[in-house]
């Protein structure tokens, strides 16, 4: 009797001779980017550090496009955009020690944006490994330590016939859901030794399914047909399993009103009658979900910016469906369902039924009025109309990506992403230098759609180097810079808190002339002219930088109420 575990696959009589007679020459990093084929990538980011080089020279025989970035951050920053774009894990290419800890702070933004970047990085030679002083360059005593607090999961090679499986591992590690960094390591020496290894052809590394438990999504669906008031709050997890159709299916079945967090952004259509849009920083939004009875949680974790920094508190019953365990019930307790959104949400429309209610658009439209209400209380027409002309100049299929700035942080509120999978910032971890590496990485993954990349001053002075980067590859990125004259969030938090503002102040280049410096044409706006000159740059292939100086303020905050 034949049993399924005992097939294999035989090789045919030409891949045993190849086998046998691989070519000469071929070395560890030949292995890396033979698997990185085999795998199905087709772009790697990074930049070259000495204790890598054998993998730069090992691209040089292979079919990989290579994008470099000026620094390892912004090539992270650039691979995470990537991975958000294509859904396929993008390989980061670092060397040791300071070039590896250059990029950590773009993979614990991937890590929290569930962003697949497959990030490998060189070694000090295997004798320098286990933690003694051996002086040699770049060393650290535990160089992998020092990602497993942010990435994913950590991958070492100690030898060359460890590399495919420990890619292989990575690969399907980074694409199963919650999506993620991970890291891969391998020494120099391992790199650069031949090998008598066979050419690595096609590897298999398919995610695993993170299937709902039924007797949960059973629950959940009873919950839901029967409530009185219920409501979804649906996060970016909606986003990374492509499930915005299916959410907004379950939402109309259950004329349940839906709210967008900041990650989730585009998860379901802005002018739906259903849609409460995104203001979760705004308390009547806050006192809605609050007064659900049944609520919804699909692929967030109702973290600080999700529950108006953790003021809301929710009166009725929670379903969470979350494919990152440990955000289930994190904040709040709810009936847990640990899920991929896109495999849960379908299970939810198997078995939930049609519930009437004639009275949830009217209350969407009066609460999108009490939120309309409270800000034209607060003389904010300038922000509202730069906000506004944004979205006039972007074309309604163009990704655009948001550093931390204060145009971003009403981005994440008041700003219609058209299309799920289309409005990204770093709201997940919170650094600058987000916006414009990673609009070049969107750039590489989709070269048919112009990309808007939006700084602050001072988040713009993190990326500037990058304009090298556009203008060596042409790639169709236009950067908006507000400049403000410092980091201007900072300012206004700071005098709200201490009655005035210290280290927030900042000496600018001038922008457009140090793009025009790097080949890359630069324009200085005005509010009035902000629509039409990005509009233009925009539709002009190639890198453009549009710079408007204007200081921007914050609606006022409620949970501080």
């Not at 970035?69 to 040791?96: H, K, M, Q």
């Not at 163009?398 to 700003?415: N, R």
């Not at 060596?472 to 900072?490: A, E, P």
């Not at 900042?506 to 790097?518: H, V, Y």
């Amino acid at each position: 009797m034949t049993h399924d575990h005992d097939l294999v696959l035989r090789p045919t009589p030409a891949q045993t001779e190849a086998a046998l007679s691989p070519p000469p020459g071929r070395t560890g990093a030949d292995l890396v980017v033979e698997t990185l084929a085999g795998l199905g990538a087709t772009t790697v980011f990074g930049l070259p550090g000495q204790h890598a080089l054998g993998v730069f020279d090992a691209l040089r025989r292979s079919d990989l496009r290579y994008v470099g970035l000026r620094t390892e951050g912004n090539a992270g920053f650039a691979a995470d955009a990537y991975g958000r774009i294509t859904g396929e894990a993008a390989p980061l290419l670092v060397s040791t020690g300071p070039g590896a800890l250059t990029c950590l702070p773009a993979l614990q933004e991937a890590a929290a944006a569930s962003a697949p970047v497959l990030a490998i990085g060189s070694q000090v030679p295997v004798a320098g490994l286990g933690g003694g002083r051996h002086g040699y360059l770049h060393e650290l005593p535990d160089q992998a330590a020092v990602f497993r607090g942010v990435v994913k999961s950590v991958h070492p090679v100690r030898t060359a016939s460890q590399i495919p499986s420990a890619l292989a591992a990575a690969w399907q590690s980074a694409l199963t859901a919650p999506h993620g960094p991970v890291w891969v390591e391998i020494p120099h020496d391992v790199l650069l030794a031949e090998t008598v290894l066979p050419q690595v052809t096609a590897v298999d590394a398919t995610p695993q399914e993170l299937v709902p438990r039924p007797e949960l999504t059973a629950v959940a669906a009873r919950l839901l047909s029967t409530a009185e008031r219920p409501a979804i709050i649906a996060g970016g997890g909606v986003v990374r399993a492509d499930a915005a159709k299916k959410l907004r299916a379950l939402a109309e079945r259950l004329n349940a009103p839906v709210v967008t967090t900041f990650g989730g952004k585009g998860a379901f259509p802005w002018n739906h009658p259903l849609s409460l849009q995104s203001w979760l920083e705004d308390r009547h939004t806050t006192d809605f979900l609050e007064d659900a009875d049944v609520l919804l949680v699909v692929g967030s974790g109702l973290g600080e910016l999700s529950s108006n920094y953790h003021t809301f508190a929710p009166r009725g019953r929670i379903v969470q469906i979350e494919a990152d365990l440990g955000k289930l019930e994190s904040n709040h307790p709810a009936l847990g369902i640990h899920a991929d959104a896109r495999l849960a949400l379908q299970a939810l429309l198997e078995t939930a039924g049609e519930r009437p209610d004639d009275t949830a658009a009217d209350r969407v439209r009066e609460l999108l009025a009490k939120v309309r209400g409270r800000l034209a209380a607060q003389e904010l027409t300038l922000e509202q109309d730069v906000l506004a002309a944004v979205r006039r100049a972007l074309p309604a299929g163009s990704p655009s990506f948001w550093d931390m700035t204060i145009l971003a942080y009403w981005a994440w509120s008041a700003f219609d992403a058209k299309a799920p999978n289309t409005m990204h910032s770093a709201q997940g971890a919170g650094g600058l230098g987000y916006g414009f590496p990673a609009a070049l990485g969107a750039a590489v993954a989709d070269p048919t759609r112009p990309v808007l990349a939006v700084s602050g001053d001072g988040g713009a002075l993190y990326s500037v180097a990058e304009l090298a980067t556009a203008r060596q590859y042409g790639l169709d990125v236009t950067w908006l810079i507000v400049d403000d004259g410092g980091y201007g969030i900072l300012r206004e938090y700071m005098t709200d808190a201490f009655g005035r503002a210290t280290a927030t102040d900042l000496t600018r280049p001038d922008f457009t002339a140090l793009a025009e410096s790097f080949g890359v044409p630069g324009v200085r706006t005005s509010p009035e002219t902000l629509e039409q000159d990005l509009t233009k740059a925009l539709a002009t292939p190639g890198p453009s930088v549009v710079v408007l100086p204007a200081v921007l303020r914050m609606f006022a905050p409620t949970h501080l109420d």
